[in-house]
């Protein structure tokens, strides 16, 4: 089904249940939508993430909504976003969501274009602090990209929709994640290399160059195509040159976290450890807004 077809047509003023009312669609994806809503429950804004009409029976959908609340439940850090309650049965299954008020990065670059050091250090410190955290309650969110990251002090990482266990993303044996940010063992999963804590750091990489750069690091993929190395530039291609004000610092993490071998990137307390002298080297004017980490 369409999944612009296959919506709730939610207004403003509509229930979505007894205490949730919408207020606009922010957006969605294949299985849910979600929407900015008034929660009678905290008695303020919220995110509701709602399966679709033609999803609320699907089994792998419902799979999909359960994975996401576990993750919820088992992530608790300052850089990710947090669920406040869910409801399975019904007729609209869905997650409840704390609201982050703040720009997207994806918004910002397609507005602005690349950003500045002052905005792009913090952003990379504070993701890597959560990839740090979540390798270490066993997960991964493998879907890492600029409009799963709300721009702020600190930054948070939004959308656990495909996050999976360490020991479930091993066994994973399809694609998963959003094309152009997805590491090589996401693109195409084999038996020797399958996705983990290192195709986040990727994820972070391809986030970082666009976010200096305002361009993605590999050529666009042909979605018509059969032929992974076709669908998946970043399965053959080396990355684009990132551009000369880069600091030496930044290219180095940057291509490190690109390579397309997993052993070989850089772990997510690595990234904030090369990155964060950097940050301390900034004018202190030209950091109001963004806090250094002592």
Sequence with gaps: MDARRDSWLLAEGDPITEDLTAMRLLGGGEAYEAYLAFDEI?????????????????????RGL????AALARVNHPVVVRGLRHEYDGPRPHIVLEHIDGPRLSSLIRRY???????????????????????????????????NIIMGAPARLIDLSVARTLDAAAELDHPIGTDAYMAPEQCAPSDGVRPGL???????GATLFEAVSGRTPFSDG??????PEEIWPQLVEEPRRLPDRVPDELVKVVEAALDREPANRPLPHEVAEALQ???????????AGFRVRA
């Design 277 to 287: 002298p950097v940050l301390e080297r900034q004018p202190r004017g030209h950091l």
């Design 42 to 62: 905290t008695f303020s804004p919220v995110v509701v993430k709602v399966l679709r009409p033609g999803q609320v029976e699907d089994r792998s959908a419902q």
């Design 198 to 204: 290192a195709s986040d750091v990727w994820g972070l």
């Design 113 to 147: 274009g690349p950003l500045q050091e002052a905005q792009y250090l913090p952003l990379a410190i504070d993701v890597a602090s959560a990839l740090h955290y979540l390798g270490n309650v066993g997960h991964v969110h493998l879907d890492i990209k600029p409009s």
């Design 66 to 69: 359960r994975r996401e609340v």
């Design 222 to 227: 042909d979605q018509d195509s059969r032929v």
